[in-house]
């Protein structure tokens, strides 16, 4: 089970994580700088989530040299896709401003740049912190209008050719009193890159950013509800 003060410790912890600069970025998706705009309801409420979304250009800036053990040089995470999403507003106050942001990552790895053929490895995992992720929590970080941000830096696919790396990102209700009240998605987008081990033609090649509906949710719920024993999960 998961204690009070996990939870709490859990909180300042994403409290602390940085946000993205304003850096102009490039690639599939929109531009860093060129928020998409997600507009949901909550308890007959308005709300609006900001996107944006484009590559890496500046790895300091975006905070990957404070990560520790990073195992691949700063130079090799330019190009790689970075997001970042906000609950920009919503016309509840207090306690209604509550939100997560739960994230689930798939990797496929191709042994040839045929993605027509089945991939020859496929992972799955829950996004979170390493420093909780034994925890099971599903948050990759809540809060009070909460801020996400990623910006992935994988540079090896050996032995495959390449490396499909998918993201589907959701903006949910989060509990207050206790873990037996339902997480409900709210907003959820598609983003994430391919990576080919042919470094001489298109090494990176970030997909372009996609809303998603209840069903890429309702996908995933056998999972979350698997690796997430101790929260309950709304199917929408």
């Known amino acids: 089970m998961i204690s009070r003060r996990d939870v709490l410790r859990y909180l300042g912890v994403s409290a602390a994580l940085p946000l993205l600069p304003d850096v102009k970025g490039r690639g599939t998706g929109d531009s860093l700088n060129e928020p998409t705009r997600i507009p949901f309801t909550l308890q007959g409420r308005r ?22 053990g990073l195992n691949v040089s700063l130079d090799a995470c330019r190009g790689f896709p ?9 016309d509840g106050g207090g306690y209604r401003g509550l939100f997560g942001w739960v994230q689930i990552v798939t990797r496929r790895f191709y042994q040839s740049l045929d993605t027509t053929e089945p991939p020859a490895e496929t992972s799955r ?30 540079s090896m696919t050996a032995p495959y050719a390449q490396l499909q790396w998918t993201a589907d990102t959701f ?20 983003w994430g890159y391919a990576l080919h081990a042919d470094g001489q033609r298109y090494p990176i090649a970030p997909f372009p950013l996609v809303v998603t509906g209840a069903d890429a949710w309702n996908e995933f719920l056998p999972y979350l509800r698997e690796k997430c024993p101790d929260w309950q999960f709304s199917d929408t």
């Open 47 to 68: 709300g609006q989530v900001a996107v944006r979304y484009g590559v890496t250009v500046d790895p300091v800036a975006a905070g990957l040299d404070a990560l520790p």
């Open 82 to 90: 970075s997001i970042e999403s906000v609950v920009e507003h919503y």
């Open 125 to 154: 995992s829950v996004d979170t912190l390493p420093s909780v992720a034994d925890l099971k929590m599903p948050f990759l970080t809540f809060g009070m209008l909460p801020r996400l941000f990623d910006a992935p830096c994988r």
């Open 171 to 190: 903006l949910t209700t989060a509990p207050i009193r206790s873990r037996s009240e339902e997480i409900h998605r709210l907003v959820g987008i598609r």
